[in-house]
């Protein structure tokens, strides 16, 4: 009896490992990816104690402590050993994400995954094997998007090192960025991505201001720097989603006796508009070279729907959480987070 339930449940486990094979060995070089840059990661002190390593990075090494400890003692953020090490990347990328869109449809491709879910993206630790998932999409009919990313979370289930990439930042970028991260470990729900980035967005978008005011005041040239910058691409990305918006309208008119070629060029053309027009807008305190936008240049083709959808992903919910912040918990952070630490279940 007990070798029969033995052999059952060896075959239960075989037979999904046939009918989930992509699954778990895309599974496995993730955690192997992971794995690699959590352990090859050294100690902060070794590199603060290091006399070759460069006292400005140094510096930058010391100003995640700040951001880390301003984050979890005003903000709310959960405590964690994140960013306590440091992984050389050595000059080169070791992160990519794979995003894909319907083409006539601002409706994500989702790849189901154990604990989290539905997801609306895939990391690769190999570039080679995002490029090859991305051909595969688009082979499928899907429009796509390769991002090479700067940092990630593993949601507080591992010690989420410094990555060497993030030391070339400025400083209310970095700020940004690591308490952008640290939510992700704070607060994560399953299969609600857009919600999950936009949140960890409108966090690390205000965290920063806060942490720069509390560091270099109001009238400093680093809050107001960093201030300037943030209201001038809000600017572009209220545009960007403007165009999401048209786009959408657009493609719900769509008949299906409409041929290919007729929805090509409608969908074509609107986008060509939509990016023309980013010329339009009025910034303030920088000139439009020094805003980072995505125009259709010879080097930089169309956007598809992949591109409007990461302006979905990560700031279409950006109002919603303005108000909800501002009205119902006076902007205190750290009330509003343990408010939705109660609310919503962490995986």
């Not at 960007?240 to 309208?249: E, K, N, P, Q």
């Not at 936008?293 to 409007?308: D, H, Q, S, V, W």
């Not at 302006?311 to 006076?330: C, H, L, P």
């Amino acid at each position: 009896m007990v070798k029969k339930v033995f052999y059952s449940i060896l075959l239960g486990v075989a037979l999904l490992a046939v009918w989930q094979y992509q699954l778990i060995w895309y599974g496995l070089g993730q955690a192997y990816g992971q794995f690699r840059i959590i352990y090859n990661a050294r100690p902060l002190k070794e590199y603060l104690t290091d006399h070759a390593f460069p006292d400005s990075l140094k510096q930058k090494l010391l100003l995640i402590q700040e951001i880390r400890k301003f984050a979890i003692d005003s903000l709310g953020i959960n405590d964690s050993k994140n960013y306590t090490t440091v992984f050389d990347q050595k000059g080169k990328p070791i992160l990519w994400v794979v995003t894909a869109s319907e083409p006539y449809a601002l409706e994500a491709k989702e790849w189901k995954f154990p604990l989290l879910g539905s997801v609306s993206y895939k990391g690769f630790f190999d570039h080679e094997k995002a490029v090859k998932e991305e051909n595969q999409l688009k082979a499928q009919g899907y429009d796509t998007e390769i991002d090479e990313v700067a940092g990630w979370s593993t949601l507080g289930w591992f010690r989420d090192p410094i990555l060497s990439s993030m030391l070339e930042k400025k400083e209310g970028q970095l700020a940004n960025l690591i308490i952008h991260e640290l939510t992700h470990a704070t607060l994560y729900i399953k299969s609600n991505v857009d919600y999950n980035e936009n949140l960890a967005s409108f966090v690390g978008d205000h965290g920063a201001r806060e942490f720069l005011r509390y560091k270099y005041g109001e009238e400093s040239a680093e809050y107001k720097t960093y201030t300037n910058s943030r209201n001038n691409q809000a600017k572009y990305i209220q545009h960007i989603l403007h165009g999401a918006d048209l786009l959408d309208s657009l493609y719900k008119s769509f008949t299906p006796k409409m041929d290919k070629v007729t929805k090509d060029n409608l969908k074509n053309g609107l986008i060509q508009k939509i990016m023309d027009t980013t010329d339009t807008l009025t910034y303030s305190g920088t000139t439009k070279k020094a805003l980072v936008t995505r125009n259709n240049t010879k080097e930089e083709p169309l956007p598809n729907n992949a591109f409007f959808m990461s302006y979905i992903r990560y700031r279409s919910k950006q109002n919603q959480f303005e108000e909800e912040f501002a009205t119902k918990f006076n902007s205190n952070f750290k009330k509003y987070l343990t408010y939705l630490k109660k609310t919503y279940p962490s995986i």
